[in-house]
């Protein structure tokens, strides 16, 4: 336990490091920005493709793995469906809720992958990337189009951000490197090997900077339903489903690990460009980042 703690410590020390230069305003929103934009198009970007690109996909059991999450997330949203319908959830506070419920934050999730388990860790990561990203993407874009109450547009929408989404874009072109039998071509490796080397630390610090702490008491029930099927319900869907599927020790760690993980940043600025609950989605990823720091190695540790 103590062992697990300390290897995610500096992980979430680099989170608690991008708020602090963020409260004290070191850099200005402008350039945290700039960094936010750079990470998710070209340093992200950049590591997925060296990973999934290289890696020696064979000898990992990443089908039955993205099997798992996958259906864990489609449970999680049936359940999340049945809740609105129950509740009677005012549309734009359940996207906030839905997102909070089913998204991940990659940057932790990969970050947390290779310390934990290894080179073999953070390809499989890179996998569950792929597995999970697209499916999330279209869940949220459809429920946030039902906001404007825009009848036929919503698949259309959905389309457009899939095929425009850079980390989607890098885990086929992965892919593609790795099937092709060649790999990742040694130049462009080497670029992209280097480049990708400020992925994780300027993302965890842009995590960080992005906490909002006002609005955290606000709709608390949602709040805590949200995090609670994310941080908890989801694991536990995701450890059984692992254990049918008779998924391997090492990929079911991963599985696990990605549905922990608390909700992606990307998910606020989806809200605030479709007419969301964005003060609501706010405080649930600022919430679930806090809670994530002690749910994680919990769930990781009698989980797996």
């Not at 993205?66 to 359940?94: D, E, H, M, P």
């Not at 073999?120 to 569950?128: F, K, R, V």
């Not at 929408?157 to 060649?182: D, H, R």
């Amino acid at each position: 336990m103590t062992d697990m703690f300390g290897t995610l410590l500096p992980i979430f020390a680099i989170i608690i490091l991008g708020c602090l230069i963020k409260f004290l305003n070191i850099m200005s929103p402008r350039a945290w920005e700039g960094m936010e934009n750079l990470v998710y198009w070209v340093l992200l970007p950049s590591l997925l493709i060296v990973k999934l690109g290289n890696a020696e996909l064979q000898e990992f059991d990443f089908l039955p793995m993205g099997a798992a999450l996958s259906l864990a997330t489609v449970l999680t949203l049936v359940i999340l469906i049945l809740l609105r319908t129950g509740f009677k959830i005012k549309q734009n506070s359940y996207t906030s809720v839905l997102q909070g419920g089913i998204r991940q934050n990659s940057y932790i999730g990969l970050a947390a992958a290779g310390p934990l388990y290894g080179i073999g860790g953070e390809a499989l990561a890179a996998i569950g990337i792929l597995a999970v990203i697209p499916m999330v993407n279209v869940i949220s874009v459809l429920a946030l189009m039902k906001i404007k109450k825009t009848k036929g547009l919503g698949a259309i929408v959905a389309f457009k951000q899939l095929i425009k989404n850079p980390i989607i874009i890098a885990c086929a072109l992965g892919v593609f490197a790795n099937a092709s039998g060649f790999g990742v071509p040694l130049f462009i490796n080497g670029t992209l090997e280097l480049v990708s080397r400020g992925a994780l630390p300027l993302g965890l610090l842009a995590v960080g900077a992005g906490l909002s702490f006002e609005g955290l008491v606000r709709n608390p029930i949602l709040l805590l339903g949200s995090n609670f099927l994310k941080l908890i319900l989801m694991p536990v869907l995701t450890a059984s489903l692992c254990w049918f599927f008779e998924v391997d020790p090492v990929a079911s760690g991963i599985a696990i690990l990605f549905a922990a993980l608390p909700s992606s940043a990307s998910s606020y600025v989806m809200s605030r460009q479709f007419g969301g609950d964005h003060g609501l989605m706010a405080a649930i990823l600022t919430s679930q980042v806090i809670m994530a720091i002690v749910t994680i190695p919990l769930v990781l540790l009698f989980l797996t």
